[in-house]
């Protein structure tokens, strides 16, 4: 039996009459993939209309769009090259784009963003390149089509390139390929343009054959969310639907959001037929594991080297659906995967109206078919991944009483306000108390720890390594072990954060996040470390006493300075 051809799924986007509708018609028509009788129906209609021959009719499925001369709906149309097959998502920019998009129902991998080089970048073209920012959609490509309206000038389709990187790059989307043609004439289309000698690069049949298909869901890092836990004679059996990678007996698995670290011990079965030792996605299983510890619905099984997030607050993108407008401080029922949880919006960044992509920073509500970019806070922590790594678990609803309301897509996690410094980089962070002083109070006759302003340190900022109560070397490793991230200081600026996981002992300098050294001088060491701390719960304060007083020393590079009162509103202890 044949393998099974790889299948991507594209969109394609651009401001009305921008030629959209030309390009998808050209790709079918050069790669033979229309139905029969489409191009004569085609040629019937063109000549009625006393136009000649257009390709944009052979995507509209009915009269009426034909009559209007615009596309109505979203459709899905399929064509293949010798590499792949193609479903292409054709959409207008409209409420049911929106709403098929942010559900994840289109699943699109890739991009196409259509504009005319004659009329260059307008409003729209900018309001769809936002909303591919929305969906996390990483593989873009740019199509400058109507090369001929302006003589295939090169310094145009530059200028047009150069505007809209400014543009795409400062909402987080950098397009792969910049691709000059004329869908009407084809060129660069299936084949390279005599036309435009000076450009070098791939036609767009061509371009779209380079673009990398996501990995299988059995590739992707493990994510087993729990349905249920069973007790069956003296076992415990935990079941669910793995959404993604593989699992097998013995494997070492970390249970989210409690972070606790067991083996898989057996995997349950009925009948011997069913009995197997590695499971993977798509499986609904049932799995015992070798330590007792207490499981229930909605935390999440993964390997220990590649967990989800987990945190109470994170941005998202909502399409709502509700017959009342979503507003801030109200509070709904967040579902994701097994988990259900209390939320309510934190903030409204922006809200886009559905039928005219119109965008507004400064709305107080959500009405029914707008598409928003919020903060949801939940009561609890919440497990999930971001949409574009995982859609399984990077996808959710909200529910207002017992109607689904909402749907979203997860885009980056967010750390609450806390009154301490942050290291960040992108997703990575570290709540760190270095730069905090200690004095003793001699009228009280105790040492307390001083909080200064609360200051977040990116890549690239130079930290004050330097006080009257602390003094660090110029290059060192911050760890934090149950971040399981190592911040990296050289020179005096924070030039990379890390996972533990990548992390190797080069023997500079390690401190903790409370600015305090390391008592490690190897690897070993820092392995033994390591597997010291994440031995150690949270909640023992005398295990974490002494792992404190094993592998701390807290004069190396602190000191404690007198002084004759407290510092008001800001003394921790």
Partial sequence: MENAREVLKMVVVGHV????????????YDTNSLPEGAIDRVKRISKEKGKPFEYAYLLDAFEEEQKQGITIDTT??????????YVIIDAPGHKEFLKNMISGAA?????????????????????????LSLLGIQKVYVIVNKMDLIDYQQHKFENIQTEMNIFLNGLGVYPLKYIPISAFYGDNLARK???MAWYKGESILEAMDLFEKDKGLEQKPLRFPIQDVY???NRRIIAGRIESGTLKVGDEILISPGNKITKVKTIEYWVDKDQKDVVEAGMSVGITVEDEFFNKRGEFISHKQSAPLSSKLFKANLFWMGKQPLVKGKKYKLKLTTQEIECEVADIHSVIDASSLAANSGALEIKINDVAEITLKTKESVVYDLFK??????????????????????????TEKKNADQLQKNDLSITVHCFDA???????????????????YTIGSVLPIQSDTYAYPSTFDLVDAKSGVVALVRDRVLSDIVLLENYQYNGLPLLEKNGFAFVVT??????????????????????RVGLSNKWLDFTKYRTIKFIEYPIANDWNI
């Fill in 76 to 85: 899905q149309l399929q064509f293949h090259t010798e590499k792949r097959d």
């Fill in 231 to 233: 007790k069956f004679d």
């Fill in 17 to 28: 009459d921008h030629g959209k509708s030309t390009v998808i018609g050209r790709l079918l």
């Fill in 389 to 414: 790594h995982n859609q399984g678990t990077g996808r959710f609803v909200l529910v207002d009483g017992y109607d689904v309301c909402g749907g979203g897509i997860i885009s980056a996690k967010l």
């Fill in 522 to 543: 190897s690897q070993q060491a820092f392995v033994d470390y390591i597997n010291d701390a994440n031995a150690v719960d949270k909640q023992d304060i005398s295990k």
């Fill in 438 to 456: 200690y004095y003793y109070a001699i009228p009280e006759g105790a040492v307390r720890r001083y909080q200064k302003n609360p200051t977040i």
């Fill in 193 to 195: 343009s005599e036309n």
């Fill in 107 to 131: 699943s699109a991998e890739a991009a196409l963003l259509i504009i005319d080089a004659n009329e260059g970048i307008q409003e729209q073209s900018k309001r769809h390149g936002y909303i």
